[in-house]
Structure formats: C-alpha cells, structure tokens
C-alpha cells in the first residue's frame, strides 16, 4: 500500500500537502495509483471507467485530504473514498439495464464451465478474467465490493470496515451473504447447462 520505511512516508506526504506542499501529492499518487486503479477496474469492470474513476477517487482525495485527520492510515482512508466513489458508480449503472444470467449463460456457457472446471491458464487469462468480471456484474453493489475489497485488494476484515463505514459483524454478514448469492448464481447458471 504505501510505502512503510521509506525515507518520506505517506503520513510525512500527508503533512507537507496539509500545510501548502501541493507537489507532496503526486508522490502519494504514485504510491497508490496501481492498487486504487485495480479496486476500479475489479470493481466496475470496464478499464476506460476505472481510469476515470481511478482519477476521481484522488481529486476527491486531494479536496478532503485538509480534513483528513490520520484517524486510520492514508491508504485505508484512500480505500473508503475509492470504495465509495465505485459504489455511487455502481449504483448508477444499476438503473440501467446488465446482462441477465440467462443471457450470460446463452452467451457463455461453456467458457463457464471450463472456468469453473480447471486450473486457470496464461492462455485464456485475459478471456477468464473478463468473464468473472462479467459475472460479478449481476451482484448487487455492495455484494459486489465487499469481495473486490477481500479477494481481489486482499484487504483484511477491519481494513474493509474502515473503507466501507461499517461495523466488524457488518463486513463479514455482507462478505458471507456475497460468496452465497455468488455461489448461488453460479449453481443456478450452471444448472441449465448438466441437464
């Protein structure tokens, strides 16, 4: 995440942007512009949006960063902004029309189950990578980022409660509920096709 050791450290940045040192704040975006430009692209899906996004997320950050009190570390508090700035996108697109399960089984069934079925491959990669993506898509929102934030970021539990403003119980209820709707999903995609 940042950079621990480092002669200036993301809490040094920090500092020196809060009292006028503008150009402290390219550093700390090229400390986190990789992890933050990966949270928007796992979570929405589509790399030009998650470019866009990923620039957002730090002009948001640069315009709160004055009312940032290091309450939690630069990185977690750059998490909660990117994770809500995906979210609201996310949210959004939601009210307008994703791709149905029964289209994305029509569509990609077998690819599906080969997926599913072996190891994963440099070959295909790319391919897989696209249709997980595609996959997450019909999860709702938080269900959505709530697995993007554990198994794509690796972020652990109270990592996740920070960055998404909420409690302990809460990550995990949502983390559990996701991996079942996701597993649920799956089975139900899959079914049509073992008959």
Request: aromatic fraction near 6%; charged fraction near 30%; proline fraction near 4%.
């Amino acid at each position: 995440m940042g950079a621990p050791g480092s002669p200036t450290d993301d809490t040094e940045l920090v500092s020196r942007v809060q009292t006028g040192g503008q150009d402290a704040f390219a550093e700390l975006v090229r400390r986190h512009h990789a992890w933050v430009l990966g949270l928007c692209a796992a979570t929405l899906g589509d790399r030009t949006a998650a470019d866009d996004a990923a620039q957002e997320v730090f002009l948001k950050a640069y315009k709160s960063l004055p009312r940032f009190k290091g309450g939690s570390s630069f990185s977690t508090w750059l998490h909660r902004i990117a994770a809500n700035h995906c979210l609201d996108l996310l949210r959004s697109r939601a009210r307008r029309k994703t791709e149905s399960w029964d289209e994305l089984l029509e569509n990609e069934g077998e690819h599906i189950i080969r997926l599913l079925a072996m190891p994963p491959d440099e070959e295909h990669g790319l391919e897989d990578a696209d249709l997980v993506q595609r996959v997450l898509t019909c999860l709702p929102p938080d269900y959505r980022m709530v697995l993007t934030l554990r198994e794509v970021q690796g972020l652990n539990y109270d990592e996740i409660a920070t960055a998404m403003d909420c409690s302990l119980d809460s990550v995990k209820a949502r983390l559990q509920r996701a991996r079942r709707d996701f597993a649920e999903c799956l089975r139900h995609f899959l079914e049509p096709l073992n008959v």
